[in-house]
């Protein structure tokens, strides 16, 4: 049976609880043990597939097609391990269940309470698929007192005793704020977020104290008094230059150590971190660099695009360089001409998004990186405006467009009415459908053309798995006229009706990719189009 690591977080949110949970696993991996990281979301949402990127930031798709928050995409980078339905739950989904098996007479007779119908069902889905596994870290979102988090906290304290001792501990991230004024490091705010979280019945077994100064040993010693934890289970949780540096730098503060003890397992052994210090070590002395644009429509809020950069900070890790990014704006080039902002840019890449805002700016960059040889990489509505940019100015099809943004003339980009799974069966849509959950969502396989750039790419391969969330494809019926201007359709779906991947062959590097690769993308496996890619922008660099 599984043991349990409960993160939770105080003082203020977006402290990285996500990063440490990660960051835990993949210490607790590095000393041989095998993990799951699980999310707990208290909002009402059923799923984060329907908020805004910039509300919620991404939304991270999982093989099983699940829409979960981005979190989920930090624990894949770290660890490795595939998320899946089964490790992400907001209160939405639970309350929908309980709501959906009352109405159904489940409960026939009895009165449906938080207490304990929301918590039993919490509690459930922290213990649900847990086999094999040697660790379990749950994190739980939100910042210990909030209302909404509240079933939640009830939820992780009876599990604590219900799987008795030893097997689960609590360890709760928060804040040390330096006050420049008076020259000093603040515990107060930690000692009252722990007080709220031992009024509730969880006593934390580790703190981790995220600060921008380091934490003096007076100061560890009071929080370690105040808030009823050992000193050395006190962890500073300092700034650091990379992401991939935080595991090695709560390795150096103690942290594995700690959860280990608190378990009172062993931890004479060191773990083995070969593979965190190679990656530092290729951020902190890149050989190069390169500058690569992203034209999209949500690039005020970096998190929108999370996995994206992250996968590109990937490529930049596999050649060895820096990459530095550059957020456009895609409704820029609606209003000016591209090449001011893309004079001394190596590669562009085109992102997914939703909604006809920007997408005539993406088409104008499609056409800019085709034109002027630039490495040019779409995804998803990146792949489809690059398949409109070539439909209009390569196969003369001058009314062409998606029917997402309204009834075209040309729809070479249409709603996807109808599509078969991995598993054989066939999926429906219409206009109707509920927008909610409805996409062609998760991993779905693709064949490659034999000779084709993107093959080459990924090492010869002539069947990929790749994820997926989109409610539109290029339409199937266009193919041959684009195929006859010359755009190469060198991945489709196995039954051959939904184009995957269109490439320029007389390009340089010109991919455009119906999925998302970014998902699956990790430092120490970069996915190879990123790898590729960044490799393509360094030796366009070279040329310019
Ligand atoms: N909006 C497009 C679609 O639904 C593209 C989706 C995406 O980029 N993820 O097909």
Not at 168 to 186: D, M, N, Q, R
Not at 398 to 421: M, R, Y
Not at 432 to 457: F, I, N, P, W
């Amino acid at each position: 049976m599984a043991r349990y690591i409960f993160i939770t977080g105080g003082v203020v949110s977006s402290l990285g609880k996500g990063l440490l949970s990660a960051s835990l696993g993949a210490l607790l991996q590095a000393r041989g043990y095998s993990v799951r990281l699980r999310k707990l979301d208290p909002y009402l949402n059923v799923d984060p597939g329907t908020m805004s990127p910039f509300e919620h930031g991404e939304v991270f798709v999982t093989d099983d097609g699940a829409e979960t928050d981005l979190d989920l995409g930090h624990y894949e980078r770290f660890t490795g391990v595939a998320g899946r339905q089964s490790d992400n739950v907001t209160s939405g989904r639970i309350y929908s269940e309980i709501i959906h098996k009352e109405r159904r007479g489940d409960y026939l007779g009895a009165t449906v309470q938080v207490i304990p119908h929301v918590t039993n069902a919490i509690k459930e889905f922290a213990l649900n698929d847990s086999d094999g596994v040697d660790f379990m870290i749950c994190e739980v979102g939100g910042t210990a007192g909030d209302i909404e988090a509240m079933p939640f906290m009830e939820a992780i304290r009876q599990l604590h005793l219900d799987l008795g001792r030893g097997r689960s501990i609590f360890c709760h991230l928060t804040l040390v704020p330096y006050l420049s004024a008076a020259g000093e490091l603040k515990t107060k705010p930690t000692q009252h977020s722990v007080r709220d979280l031992r009024s509730i019945g969880i006593q934390p077994d580790v703190l981790v104290c995220r600060s921008e100064h380091v934490i003096p040993d007076k100061e560890r010693r009071k929080i370690a008094l105040y808030c009823n934890v050992h000193e050395s289970a006190v962890i500073p949780a300092l700034d650091v230059s990379s992401i991939y540096e935080v595991p090695i730098s709560y390795h150096n503060q103690g942290l594995d150590v700690e959860v280990l003890k608190a378990f009172g397992l062993s931890y004479g052994d060191e773990p083995d971190l070969a593979k965190w210090e190679d990656i530092k070590d290729r951020v902190q002395n890149p050989e190069g660099e390169v500058n690569i644009a992203v034209v999209g429509k949500y690039t005020g809020l970096p998190d929108a695009y999370k996995s994206l950069k992250e996968a590109i900070v990937h490529g930049g890790i596999a050649n060895r360089i820096k990459v530095n990014i550059r957020w456009i704006e895609s409704e820029l080039f609606e209003q000016e001409d591209a090449v001011h902002h893309l004079e001394d840019v190596h590669g562009i890449l085109v992102p997914g998004g939703f909604g006809k805002r920007g997408t005539e700016g993406k088409i104008a960059a499609a056409k800019f990186a085709r034109e002027n040889n630039v490495p040019y990489f779409g995804i998803c509505l990146g792949m489809q405006m690059a398949t409109v940019e070539a439909a209009r100015n390569m196969a003369g099809i001058n009314g062409a467009g998606s029917t997402e943004f309204g009834p075209q003339s040309d729809a070479v980009v249409g709603l996807i009415t109808e599509w078969v799974k991995d598993d054989g069966s066939v999926e429906a849509r219409t206009d109707e459908t509920d927008l909610g959950g409805t996409m062609r969502l998760g991993a779905y396989d693709a064949l490659l053309k034999a000779g084709s750039k993107v093959s080459e790419v990924y090492g010869g391969a002539l069947n990929i798995s790749e994820r997926h969330r989109h409610r539109y494809e290029v339409n199937i019926g266009y193919k041959k006229k684009l195929e006859a201007a010359g755009v190469v359709f060198s991945g489709m779906s196995p039954d051959g009706a939904l184009p995957e991947i269109m490439e320029h062959s007389d390009h340089p590097w010109f991919i455009g990719v119906q999925y998302h690769p970014e998902l699956k993308s990790k430092p120490f496996e970069p996915h190879p189009l990123f790898a590729s890619f960044v490799g393509a922008a360094l030796v366009n660099s070279r040329l310019v």
